[in-house]
C-alpha cells in the first residue's frame, strides 16, 4: 500500500467533506490542501470544485418525509436484496460502505480510512476507522466486514450482485481495524464497488440475530424505529454518529407510486422530497414558489425487454424490428423535455467517459428496416406489460405503439401496477420495461446488467464473447487498447440483447426549497440518496 499518497487523498476527501457540509472555513480548507503537498494550482482546482454552503448555517431538528414511486412486500432492509429507491435511502440511513461516492463520482472514506492496492493489482487492502460504534454501542470490527462481504459470495449466495465481485477469492482479516480482498484478476474498480447500494456494512451473524432486517442494528446516522415492508419506514437521529453531526430528528420514507399524487403531497408540503418527477408535471413544479427541480445528468437509462428465452423474444428478426421502432431523439425532445441524452441499445452512454463507444453508429427510426424484420418474424401481435417505474418509459412504450402500427405490428400496452413490479412483471412477462441506476463505472454496469450469469440480466442475453471481454479488461491500463474492448462489447450488447434503450434519463426529482445540504452524486434518484447523514431542513 502506498500510505503517504492514499493518506493525502483520505485528508483531502475528509477536508472537502466538512468544507462542503460548513464545518470548515474557506480559509482553513486552503491552508489544509497546500498542507498535505498539493500545489496552491492543484489545491485552488479542489476548492473551486467544492460547494461551499457557509453561507446557510445548518440547523438542528425536524422530521423530512422522503416519498419514492414503489413499494411492496419485497422491500427489505437487507442490503444484499436492496432492489429500489425506498431501499437504497434506508440503506443510507441504517448502515454505512466502506467507501462513499462525492458528486464528482470520486471516492472518499465512510468505515474505511484509507486503502490500497498491491504492485500486481492481486490485493487490495483496507484499513477501518476504530472509533465507530453499532447502534448496540458495541465496536465495528473487521469481522463485520468479512462476513458482509462474504454474503456476495458463492454460487449460493443470496445477493443480488455476486457477479460484481466474482473475481474475489477471499476477503481476509489481516487484524481488528484491516482487511484484505484477495483477488483472482486485477480490478481497479473494486473501491468505487464497494461503494454501491448493495455494500452496505452489517453486524457480523445478522441473520441470526432475532428481526435483524426488521430493526437493523447499524452503523448509520438513523437508527430504525419503525419498518413495515410496502408500508413505510421511520428512523430517529443518531446521536452518538461516528462522522458528523446529524442535523434531522427522524427521517421517514414511504413510496406513492402515482406520479401525479405524489408531485400533488410536494405541492401540498406532505413530503419534503419526491422521486421521479414525470417530465409533464416540470412546468407545474417550476411555478410552484416552494418547491423546485433536483435534475442530474446521469447515465441512468430505461428500456423495453423483449425476453429471448420465449415467444416473441426468441425470434431475433422481432428484437432487431422493434430496436428500429423507437424514435430516440424525439423521445429525448418530446418525452423527457431534454432532461436526457439519446440512448443507442446499450447501457454505456456519454456520462461513461472514455469508456462509451462514441464511435458506434446511432440506431435510428426506420420503418422500412422495422417493417422488413417484423415481417420476416411473421409476429403480428404482442403486448408490453409495464409500470410506472421511471420517468417516460410508459410514454415510449405509446411512442413505440404509435410506429408499430404504420409497419403491421399491432403493440399493446398493458399498465399493471407499480407495486410489486419488479417480482412479478420483470424479467416474468414476454415484454416488460426495466429501469437502472448508474454505476460508478462501466464495467460494474456492464457485469451487472448484461453478464451471462448476472441475476440481473434483463433478457438473459447470454455471449461468451462478451463475457471473455469484461473480465479482461479489468486489468487493462492501456486506454486505446480499454476502449476498443468497451466499443467491441457495446457493440455486441447493441446488436444481441433484447433491451430496446431510448434514452440515458436525467434523474428528475423535486423537492421543497426549505431542504438543505443534498448531494448531487449520479448514481441514483434524489442525489444518488447519499445525503442522509447531512441533510437538514431550513423551517
Same mark, same amino acid.
Given at each position: 500500500m502506498t500510505r503517504e499518497r492514499n493518506y493525502k487523498d483520505s485528508e483531502v476527501s475528509r477536508m472537502k467533506e466538512a468544507f462542503e457540509t460548513g464545518r470548515l472555513s474557506r480559509r482553513s480548507f486552503m491552508q489544509g490542501l497546500i498542507a498535505t503537498g498539493l500545489t496552491v494550482s492543484a489545491a485552488t482546482a479542489v476548492l473551486t470544485g467544492s460547494r461551499d454552503v457557509r453561507a446557510e448555517t445548518p440547523k438542528r431538528g425536524g422530521r423530512l418525509v422522503f416519498a419514492g414511486n414503489m413499494h411492496g412486500p419485497s422491500d427489505t432492509l437487507d442490503p444484499a436484496l436492496f432492489t429500489g429507491a425506498c431501499d437504497y435511502i434506508r440503506g443510507r440511513a441504517y448502515y454505512n460502505n466502506l467507501v462513499q461516492f462525492n458528486d464528482d463520482l470520486s471516492l472518499k472514506p465512510d468505515l474505511a480510512e484509507e486503502w490500497g492496492v498491491s504492485s500486481d493489482g492481486l490485493e487490495w487492502t483496507f484499513k477501518l476507522r476504530n472509533d465507530v460504534k453499532w447502534h448496540d454501542n458495541t465496536p465495528f470490527t473487521a469481522d463485520d466486514v468479512v462476513y458482509t462481504l462474504n454474503r456476495h459470495m458463492g454460487e449460493e449466495s443470496i445477493s443480488k450482485v455476486t457477479e460484481l465481485v466474482s473475481y474475489v477469492n477471499e476477503w481476509k482479516k489481516?487484524?481488528?481495524? *484491516?482487511?484484505?480482498?484477495?483477488?483472482?484478476?486485477?480490478?481497479?474498480?473494486? $473501491?468505487? !464497488? +464497494?461503494?454501491?447500494?448493495?455494500?452496505? !456494512?452489517?453486524?457480523?451473524?445478522?441473520?441470526? !440475530?432475532?428481526?435483524?432486517?426488521?430493526?437493523?442494528?447499524?452503523?448509520?446516522?438513523?437508527?430504525?424505529?419503525?419498518?413495515? $415492508?410496502?408500508?413505510?419506514?421511520?428512523?430517529?437521529?443518531?446521536?452518538?454518529?461516528?462522522r458528523r453531526e446529524v442535523y434531522l430528528d427522524e427521517l421517514e420514507t414511504f413510496a406513492i407510486t402515482d406520479p401525479v399524487?405524489? %408531485?400533488?403531497? +410536494?405541492?401540498?408540503?406532505? %413530503?419534503? *422530497?419526491?422521486?421521479?418527477?414525470d417530465p409533464r408535471a416540470i412546468k407545474q413544479v417550476e411555478e410552484d414558489p416552494n418547491i423546485e427541480l433536483w435534475s442530474i445528468p446521469s447515465g441512468a437509462w430505461s428500456g423495453i425487454c423483449c425476453m429471448l428465452d420465449r415467444n416473441p423474444g426468441n425470434n431475433p428478426d422481432f428484437v432487431m424490428g422493434m430496436k428500429h421502432l423507437a424514435n430516440r431523439k424525439r423521445v429525448v425532445r418530446s418525452i423527457m423535455k431534454g432532461h436526457a441524452l439519446v440512448g443507442n441499445d446499450h447501457p454505456i452512454g456519454p456520462p461513461y467517459g472514455a469508456d462509451h463507444c462514441h464511435e458506434l453508429p446511432q440506431r435510428e427510426l426506420d420503418l422500412d428496416k422495422a417493417k422488413f424484420h417484423i415481417k420476416k418474424s411473421g409476429i403480428t401481435e404482442a403486448t408490453v406489460e409495464t409500470a410506472d417505474i421511471a420517468p417516460g418509459v410508459i410514454d415510449t412504450c405509446l411512442m413505440v405503439q404509435r410506429e408499430a402500427q404504420k409497419v403491421g405490428l399491432k403493440f399493446n400496452v398493458k399498465r399493471v401496477p407499480t407495486d410489486g413490479y419488479w417480482g412479478t412483471t420483470w424479467q416474468q412477462k414476454?415484454?416488460?420495461?426495466?429501469?437502472?441506476?448508474?454505476?460508478?463505472?462501466?464495467?460494474?454496469?456492464?457485469?451487472?446488467?448484461?453478464?451471462?450469469?448476472? $441475476?440481473?440480466?434483463?433478457?438473459?442475453?447470454?455471449?461468451?464473447?462478451?463475457?471473455?471481454? +469484461?473480465?479482461?479488461?479489468?486489468?487493462?491500463?492501456?486506454?486505446s487498447l480499454r476502449h476498443e474492448m468497451y466499443c467491441e462489447m457495446e457493440e455486441l450488447a447493441m446488436n444481441g440483447t433484447g433491451v430496446v434503450i431510448a434514452n440515458h434519463r436525467n434523474y428528475l426529482d423535486a423537492k421543497s426549497k426549505i431542504v438543505k445540504g443534498v448531494t448531487n452524486v449520479p448514481l441514483a434518484s434524489v442525489g444518488g440518496q447519499e445525503w442522509p447523514d447531512q441533510v437538514w431542513l431550513d423551517t
Amino acid at each position: 500500500m502506498t500510505r503517504e499518497r492514499n493518506y493525502k487523498d483520505s485528508e483531502v476527501s475528509r477536508m472537502k467533506e466538512a468544507f462542503e457540509t460548513g464545518r470548515l472555513s474557506r480559509r482553513s480548507f486552503m491552508q489544509g490542501l497546500i498542507a498535505t503537498g498539493l500545489t496552491v494550482s492543484a489545491a485552488t482546482a479542489v476548492l473551486t470544485g467544492s460547494r461551499d454552503v457557509r453561507a446557510e448555517t445548518p440547523k438542528r431538528g425536524g422530521r423530512l418525509v422522503f416519498a419514492g414511486n414503489m413499494h411492496g412486500p419485497s422491500d427489505t432492509l437487507d442490503p444484499a436484496l436492496f432492489t429500489g429507491a425506498c431501499d437504497y435511502i434506508r440503506g443510507r440511513a441504517y448502515y454505512n460502505n466502506l467507501v462513499q461516492f462525492n458528486d464528482d463520482l470520486s471516492l472518499k472514506p465512510d468505515l474505511a480510512e484509507e486503502w490500497g492496492v498491491s504492485s500486481d493489482g492481486l490485493e487490495w487492502t483496507f484499513k477501518l476507522r476504530n472509533d465507530v460504534k453499532w447502534h448496540d454501542n458495541t465496536p465495528f470490527t473487521a469481522d463485520d466486514v468479512v462476513y458482509t462481504l462474504n454474503r456476495h459470495m458463492g454460487e449460493e449466495s443470496i445477493s443480488k450482485v455476486t457477479e460484481l465481485v466474482s473475481y474475489v477469492n477471499e476477503w481476509k482479516k489481516v487484524d481488528s481495524h *484491516t482487511i484484505k480482498a484477495v483477488l483472482a484478476t486485477p480490478n481497479s474498480d473494486l $473501491p468505487a !464497488i +464497494l461503494g454501491t447500494f448493495h455494500f452496505k !456494512i452489517i453486524k457480523n451473524d445478522a441473520e441470526n !440475530i432475532p428481526d435483524y432486517f426488521i430493526r437493523p442494528i447499524g452503523t448509520g446516522p438513523f437508527k430504525c424505529t419503525e419498518f413495515s $415492508p410496502g408500508v413505510r419506514s421511520v428512523g430517529v437521529r443518531n446521536d452518538d454518529y461516528f462522522r458528523r453531526e446529524v442535523y434531522l430528528d427522524e427521517l421517514e420514507t414511504f413510496a406513492i407510486t402515482d406520479p401525479v399524487a405524489r %408531485v400533488n403531497a +410536494l405541492i401540498s408540503g406532505d %413530503v419534503h *422530497t419526491a422521486w421521479g418527477i414525470d417530465p409533464r408535471a416540470i412546468k407545474q413544479v417550476e411555478e410552484d414558489p416552494n418547491i423546485e427541480l433536483w435534475s442530474i445528468p446521469s447515465g441512468a437509462w430505461s428500456g423495453i425487454c423483449c425476453m429471448l428465452d420465449r415467444n416473441p423474444g426468441n425470434n431475433p428478426d422481432f428484437v432487431m424490428g422493434m430496436k428500429h421502432l423507437a424514435n430516440r431523439k424525439r423521445v429525448v425532445r418530446s418525452i423527457m423535455k431534454g432532461h436526457a441524452l439519446v440512448g443507442n441499445d446499450h447501457p454505456i452512454g456519454p456520462p461513461y467517459g472514455a469508456d462509451h463507444c462514441h464511435e458506434l453508429p446511432q440506431r435510428e427510426l426506420d420503418l422500412d428496416k422495422a417493417k422488413f424484420h417484423i415481417k420476416k418474424s411473421g409476429i403480428t401481435e404482442a403486448t408490453v406489460e409495464t409500470a410506472d417505474i421511471a420517468p417516460g418509459v410508459i410514454d415510449t412504450c405509446l411512442m413505440v405503439q404509435r410506429e408499430a402500427q404504420k409497419v403491421g405490428l399491432k403493440f399493446n400496452v398493458k399498465r399493471v401496477p407499480t407495486d410489486g413490479y419488479w417480482g412479478t412483471t420483470w424479467q416474468q412477462k414476454p415484454v416488460n420495461c426495466t429501469a437502472w441506476n448508474m454505476r460508478p463505472t462501466a464495467n460494474s454496469m456492464l457485469s451487472i446488467s448484461m453478464a451471462g450469469d448476472a $441475476p440481473w440480466n434483463d433478457t438473459f442475453w447470454k455471449n461468451d464473447r462478451f463475457d471473455q471481454l +469484461l473480465t479482461e479488461v479489468r486489468a487493462v491500463n492501456d486506454a486505446s487498447l480499454r476502449h476498443e474492448m468497451y466499443c467491441e462489447m457495446e457493440e455486441l450488447a447493441m446488436n444481441g440483447t433484447g433491451v430496446v434503450i431510448a434514452n440515458h434519463r436525467n434523474y428528475l426529482d423535486a423537492k421543497s426549497k426549505i431542504v438543505k445540504g443534498v448531494t448531487n452524486v449520479p448514481l441514483a434518484s434524489v442525489g444518488g440518496q447519499e445525503w442522509p447523514d447531512q441533510v437538514w431542513l431550513d423551517t
